[in-house]
Every structure is written in structure tokens, then in C-alpha cells.
């Protein structure tokens, strides 16, 4: 199993960046795919969740109404599309491939087995 992110980089507050969650090595529309962001010195975040086909997404109160996760199934990819972009959304974000999520949250990270290498966002005032 491999999850790439990238897309991220440095912006100014107000703008926005999609990222891009490209996976291979396991069948891509079995599982939920996820989103989440560290900041320095902060806990891992959830973000955004999308289910198999796209007919379900969830999102944190922090990002929502401004951020949209998708994907494409037949080039197993997940997107983010962030918008309206503030300081506090710095942070690297990573792709995470649903492991088990059967009684736990969209959000708890113990759903999650494989997790991507991570891309940096930098939102500046």
C-alpha cells in the first residue's frame, strides 16, 4: 500500500490549495479515505472523510463550509480542496487509508493503517 500527498505549499490567508492523495496497492473503493493535519507541538487532526463512492463526507467543525474532500475512483485519488485558507490551518496534511472503522469514530485515528508521507501547508496573515 502506497499513499503520496502533495499539493500543499506556502499561501496568504483568504486563498486556497487542493491537495492530492494519490494511492496504489490495495483496491481503492473498498475503503474510506481521510484527511487529517498536524500543526507543531499539536496532536494529529481530523479533517475530512469521504466513504467508498463519494455519497458520505464528514468533516471537522474547523474546516467545514471551507474545505471539500472527493475522490476519484478510477484514478484512486483523493482530493482536498481548501478554500478560504487561515493561519490556523498550517500544518501537515496526510492521506490515511481506512484500516478497520467498525465501531469507532471517522475520526479516531485507530481506524487508520496506512498513512501518507505528509504535505506542508503554510498559511500566512
Known amino acids: 500500500v502506497q499513499l503520496q500527498a502533495f499539493g500543499g505549499g506556502l499561501v496568504q490567508a483568504g486563498h486556497s490549495l487542493r491537495l492530492i492523495c494519490a494511492a496504489s496497492g490495495y483496491t481503492f473503493t473498498d475503503y474510506v479515505m481521510s484527511w487529517f493535519r498536524q500543526a507543531p507541538g499539536k496532536e494529529r487532526e481530523f479533517v475530512a472523510a469521504?466513504?467508498?463512492?463519494?455519497?458520505?463526507?464528514y468533516y471537522s467543525d474547523a474546516v467545514k463550509g471551507r474545505f471539500t474532500i472527493s475522490r476519484d475512483n478510477a484514478r484512486k485519488t483523493v482530493y482536498l480542496q481548501m478554500n478560504s485558507l487561515k493561519p490556523e490551518d498550517t500544518a501537515v496534511y496526510s492521506c490515511?487509508?481506512?484500516?478497520?472503522?467498525?465501531?469507532?469514530?471517522?475520526?479516531?485515528?485507530?481506524?487508520?493503517?496506512?498513512w501518507g508521507q505528509g504535505t506542508q501547508v503554510t498559511v500566512s496573515s
Open positions: 469521504i466513504n467508498w463512492n463519494g455519497d458520505n463526507t
Open positions: 490515511a487509508k481506512e484500516g478497520h472503522l467498525a465501531g469507532l469514530k471517522v475520526w479516531d485515528t485507530k481506524g487508520y493503517d496506512y
